[in-house]
T-cell receptor, first 113, second 115 residues
Framework: DADVTQTPRNRITKTGKRIMLECSQT?????MYWYRQDPGLGLRLIYY???????NKGEISDGYSVSRQAQAKFSLSLESAIPNQTALYFCATGGTQNTGELFFGEGSRLTVL | AQKITQTQPGMFVQEKEAVTLDCTYDTSDPSYGLFWYKQPSSGEMIFLIYQGSYDQQNATEGRYSLNFQKARKSANLVISASQLGDSAMYFC????????????FGDGTTLTVKP
């Protein structure tokens, strides 16, 4: 089983719908992140959480919200999806171990029509 | 200003040859980490190599090495003996202690290995 699991892996939805992307991890890390990747571009940080009670906005948080239900679970919501939120979304954990690399989920591809 | 700059949107290399992917960074933090990640066409993100700002020697991991030039603020990835499976997008990233330990990514370089 993957250390970082994202569901759903693919989702097509319509403008105005509420969407939730879920992430769970078995790495035991306190830090969790949500990134967005647009075609041909790098990853941009949406939200991050350093523990269950610590949630912070990233560089592109408008239109998104998150919930840290437990150390292992971090979900991303689009309250009212719009077409320019069509992207590949990654959940990641880590960043505090000696080298600080991130461990990524396999990504959730979201299409908003 | 961009914190991570990857100036090569696309690169080609012949199989078995070496290739260098460029990365420059911008930070005033004395303590930071530099990373390279690989993203194959299947989409997952794979950690390749790490270089700490205080590390005296360039990092190496198998066929990957990081050419760290601190004064020039560059952290180029060198892939030796390229293989067809190296065809992917490669991202340079930086983690700064003063930036709450968050990682910032460049826009990536698409590498194509030719047989």
């Amino acid at each position: 089983d993957a250390d970082v699991t994202q569901t759903p892996r693919n989702r097509i939805t319509k403008t105005g719908k509420r969407i939730m992307l879920e992430c769970s991890q078995t790495k035991g890390h306190d830090r969790m992140y949500w990134y967005r990747q647009d075609p041909g571009l790098g990853l941009r940080l949406i939200y991050y959480s350093f523990d269950v009670k610590d949630i912070n906005k990233g560089e592109i948080s408008d239109g998104y919200s998150v919930s840290r239900q437990a150390q292992a679970k971090f979900s991303l919501s689009l309250e009212s999806a719009i077409p320019n939120q069509t992207a590949l979304y990654f959940c990641a954990t880590g960043g505090t171990q000696n080298t600080g690399e991130l461990f990524f989920g396999e990504g959730s591809r979201l299409t908003v029509l | 200003a961009q914190k991570i700059t990857q100036t090569q949107p696309g690169m080609f290399v012949q199989e078995k040859e070496a290739v260098t992917l460029d990365c420059t960074y911008d930070t005033s933090d004395p303590s930071y980490g530099l990373f390279w990640y690989k993203q194959p066409s299947s989409g997952e993100m794979i950690f390749l190599i790490y270089q700490g700002s205080y590390d005296q020697q360039n990092a190496t991991e198998g066929r990957y090495s990081l050419n760290f030039q601190k004064a020039r603020k560059s952290a180029n990835l060198v892939i030796s003996a390229s293989q067809l499976g190296d065809s992917a997008m490669y991202f340079c990233a930086m983690r700064e202690i003063t930036n709450a330990g968050k990682s910032t990514f460049g826009d990536g370089t698409t590498l194509t290995v030719k047989p």
